[in-house]
């Protein structure tokens, strides 16, 4: 796959958010491979580097104390054990505290420390950016602003550069400063938001605890910490100023926190010289071969596939997809969408057909057909005569097999889940994530886990369809039977599920029914569908 870029998040390093253990992206070949290159970087020039922070600096570094109960998605109906976790954060201007998303995420109680400080502070999260891994606090008691000086942002430091990390790392409770130097600065894979943005990779050890914490240069702000590599000595990353900045803002613009633009397209390099020879590209030319665009995207109605991608707003895309960084450095052409936001355009020099084109795209978001990451969301789920039917996203089959999944889950799942595009805006796999057995459904148990595609020959859009064709179905039932002076009289009634892979599940309308709430009583669970479905339900009745 080393011929092909893909425009979306599924190509990552085995990368641990540094304070959640939850946010372990799934590994690959690649990303071992990439381990074992990456290891043998040049060891760490910390011990010739001076280590003096300036006092003032060190106490706008705090340290975040949070409570949180993450949802189980393997049983969407209950949630895990409550955990406590710590992480840092520093002080910007506007009274605000940056941290890391996943040290924060699906929180009940977040409390600040100041450093040299015993008294822990109560913090509201008033905003979270879990794409780019960041997260604003607010603290309401003026007592705690007090002697806080807000940090500065840098920009992004240079090669071999001398950086140092403050943060609240395990191992103790107090501050902890330590230097390193920069070892490069490209696009990476963020293992809490599944995105791919700009990182720094730094060889300063950053270790649990430190996510949130600034990287300094020059008694100013470079980047925040929030990761590091596995199974390798002292690679770690932050995230740089452009990537900060550009979460700052958007959190102040007037509609929802929008995230990261995106083309919303596939390409392929072009270093062969028979494929651009093929593609009408003369001597000195380069670019990048489009070889699929998301239907969904404004992209879709100016791009074509097989178009050649040879410019992006005037700059230069390399055969490698590349563009020109800094002197003698190059990062993805996509470094150039970290400058904009959803609904500013962007301009495209084409190569159609040996011609010469250019066009101005709105941009707007990745439309992924999965979910790649659902964090501080409930979990979705329907049960019905056992069938137990939630979402295809990565967060259920990262829970079912674990950080292997794509090795591991089914391989139609995998394929969906990384290749598919959504067809429409409102489109979502519905899968059986498992049966609680019963009489009912005797015989199905080798239906789970299956991706569900018609209910009665009716093609089921999303979760909230199905909840409403099944809801549809049982109030349709009661009414005859009510006509009819009960259920026993009715004829039978039968209900057809149809599953991808060919097979059907039939179940007997009558029986689903009375079996559904002995189901849950057995089961010890509370309700049949979660919150959310049952308040579009509960409108759908509403509104008849």
């Known amino acids: 796959m080393d011929s092909v870029v893909e425009d979306n998040a599924h190509q990552e390093k085995e990368l641990t958010s540094i304070n959640s253990p939850l946010v372990t992206p799934p590994s690959t070949q690649k990303s071992e491979d990439m381990i074992q290159k990456m290891s043998l970087s040049a060891p760490s020039s910390s011990a010739f580097l001076s280590t003096n922070v300036p006092k003032e600096l060190l106490s706008s570094v705090v340290k975040v104390f949070c409570i949180k109960t993450e949802p189980n998605h393997s049983m969407p109906w209950q949630m895990k054990r409550q955990t406590s976790s710590t992480g840092s954060g520093f002080v910007i201007e506007g009274r605000r505290i940056i941290t890391n998303a ?12 100041k450093h040299g400080s015993a008294q822990k502070f109560v913090a509201k999260v008033s905003a979270v950016g879990h794409p ?17 000086e807000p940090l500065v942002f840098g920009g992004i430091p240079n090669l071999q550069e001398a950086v140092t990390t403050v943060g609240y790392p395990t191992g103790g409770d107090n501050i902890c400063v330590t230097k390193g130097v920069v070892s490069r600065v490209e696009e990476t894979y963020y293992s809490h938001g599944c995105a791919r943005l700009l990182a720094i990779q730094v060889d300063a050890a950053i ?3 430190n996510s949130g914490g600034p990287a300094l240069m020059g008694g100013k702000v470079v ?33 929802p926190l929008r995230g990261f633009c995106d083309l919303g397209i596939q390409v392929q390099l072009m270093e062969s010289d028979v494929l651009r020879r093929s593609m009408g590209m003369v001597a000195g030319q ?12 404004n992209t879709a109605k100016l791009v074509k596939r097989d178009d050649v991608l040879t410019e992006i707003d005037g700059i230069p895309v390399g055969n490698d997809g590349t563009i020109p960084f800094r002197d003698g450095e190059r990062v993805s052409f996509r470094y150039q969408l970290l400058r904009k936001f959803v609904g500013d355009k962007v301009t495209l020099t084409l190569l159609r057909d040996k011609a010469v084109v250019k066009v101005d ?4 978001t990745y439309p992924y057909l999965c979910p790649v990451q659902q964090h501080d969301i409930m979990p979705s789920y329907i049960i019905f005569a056992g069938f137990v039917f939630q979402i ?10 674990s950080k292997d999944w794509k090795k591991k889950a089914p391989i139609k799942m995998v394929e969906h889940h990384i290749y598919h595009l959504k067809e429409f ?30 209910v009665n020959n009716q093609k089921i859009r999303n979760l909230r369809h199905l909840a409403i064709v099944l809801n549809e179905i049982k109030s349709d039932f009661e009414k005859k039977s009510a006509e009819i002076d009960g259920a026993d009289a009715l004829p039978s009634e039968f209900l057809r599920l149809e599953l991808e892979d060919g097979r059907i599940v039939i179940l007997d309308v009558k029986e689903a029914i009375e079996s559904s709430h002995e189901i849950l009583k057995q089961q010890n669970i509370p309700y049949n569908m979660s919150l959310d479905l049952r308040e579009e339900i509960s409108n759908q009745g509403k509104k008849e």
């Not at 996943?102 to 420390?113: E, G, K, L, N």
């Not at 795209?361 to 707007?364: F, I, Q, R």
């Not at 805006?425 to 018609?454: A, F, H, K, R, W």
Request: aromatic share 8%.
């Open 286 to 297: 380069t670019g990048l071969l489009i070889n699929k665009v998301a239907p969904l995207v």
């Open 392 to 401: 295809l996203a990565q967060p259920y089959l990262h829970s079912e097999w």
């Open 223 to 255: 980047g925040v910490c929030f990761e590091t590599l596995t199974n390798a000595e002292n690679i770690g990353y932050i995230i740089p100023v452009p990537v900060i900045e550009h979460f700052l803002v958007d959190v102040e613009r007037p509609a």
């Open 207 to 209: 270790n649990s605890g």
């Open 102 to 113: 996943h040290c924060i995420a699906y929180h009940t109680s977040v409390r600040v420390r």
């Open 361 to 364: 795209v709105e941009l707007g």
């Open 132 to 148: 780019c891994d960041l997260a604003i606090l607010t603290v309401e008691d003026e007592s705690f602003w007090v002697d806080l």
């Open 425 to 454: 805006e409102d489109q979502e796999m519905v899968v059986i994530s498992q049966i609680l057995v019963s009489d009912t459904n005797v015989g199905y148990s080798s239906c789970s886990p299956s991706l569900v595609t018609s």
